[in-house]
């Protein structure tokens, strides 16, 4: 059975760091592109960034671009985002997303808030 679990979401002031962590379960890791989605109260899910199999191809949404970089260490089968210079508007949970077989997989979230 597929499982992803996030951890590393919490509460951080304008300007700071937090890296958020998915840990992948139950399936072949290194075989599928993993990607962070983040949805903010009221708003839609907003893709964030995509990496690849080996991490060689990243792709990120224009609103992170230079501040966030998703990584991944397959031999842990765990993908990572580490967030910069993290802005009020990045407040949401974040999901880490795989899709199997055209079967989507999402993990249950991680909150982040930025706030004075």
């Not at 990572?80 to 949401?92: G, I, R, S, V």
């Not at 055209?102 to 249950?108: A, D, F, H, I, L």
Request: glycine letters at 10%; hydrophobic letters at 35%; charged letters at 15%.
């Amino acid at each position: 059975q597929v499982h992803l679990v996030e951890s590393g979401g919490g509460l951080v002031q304008p300007g700071g760091s937090l890296r958020l962590s998915c840990a992948g379960s139950g399936f072949t890791f290194s075989r599928y592109a993993m990607r962070w989605y983040r949805q903010a109260p009221g708003r839609e899910r907003e893709l964030v960034a995509t990496i690849s199999i080996f991490g060689s191809s990243t792709v990120y949404a224009d609103s992170v671009q230079g501040r966030f970089t998703i990584s991944r260490d397959n031999a842990k089968n765990t993908m990572y985002l580490q967030m910069n210079n993290l802005k009020p508007e990045d407040t949401a949970v974040y999901y880490c997303f795989t899709n199997i077989l055209k079967n989507e997989y999402w993990g249950q979230g991680t909150q982040v808030t930025v706030s004075s």
